[in-house]
Nanobody, 123 residues
Framework: QVQLVESGGGLVQAGDSLRLSCAASVRTFTDFAMAWFRQAPGEDRNFVASISWAGSYTKYTESVKGRFTISRDNAKNTVALQMTSLKPEDTAVYYC????????????????WGQGTQVTVSS
């Protein structure tokens, strides 16, 4: 089991940048691929980005490619999501998740979740 705590959300304007962080409490962080999902009001929880256990491989949903970057620091048990050129449609609660394979984009493939952090982008 992995305990995850997100931070870094907030209210920004369109075009701004924001960096989300997720701290993991687990014995062996490198056992897990990590991912970010987001959920807007009235919508499903959708995949945003994922990263393999060593950080060698990443995957992004099409709408954030070129704007968001996922990274991890295995020495600190953290994963980050750097978001640039933010758009109002990026507004959502962002969740950090731990799973086994970074290639998975379905939320059911991730077994441990943080409590989420709100990102609001105004136009």
């Amino acid at each position: 089991q992995v305990q995850l705590v997100e931070s870094g959300g907030g209210l920004v304007q369109a075009g701004d940048s924001l960096r989300l962080s997720c701290a993991a409490s687990v014995r062996t962080f490198t056992d897990f691929a990590m991912a970010w999902f987001r959920q807007a009001p009235g919508e499903d929880r959708n995949f945003v980005a994922s990263i393999s256990w060593a950080g060698s491989y990443t995957k992004y949903t099409e709408s954030v490619k070129g704007r968001f970057t996922i990274s991890r620091d295995n020495a600190k048990n953290t994963v980050a999501l750097q978001m640039t050129s933010l758009k109002p449609e990026d507004t959502a609660v962002y969740y950090c998740a731990a799973g086994r394979l970074h290639t998975k984009t379905d939320s059911s493939e991730y077994g441990d979740w943080g409590q989420g952090t709100q990102v609001t982008v105004s136009s």
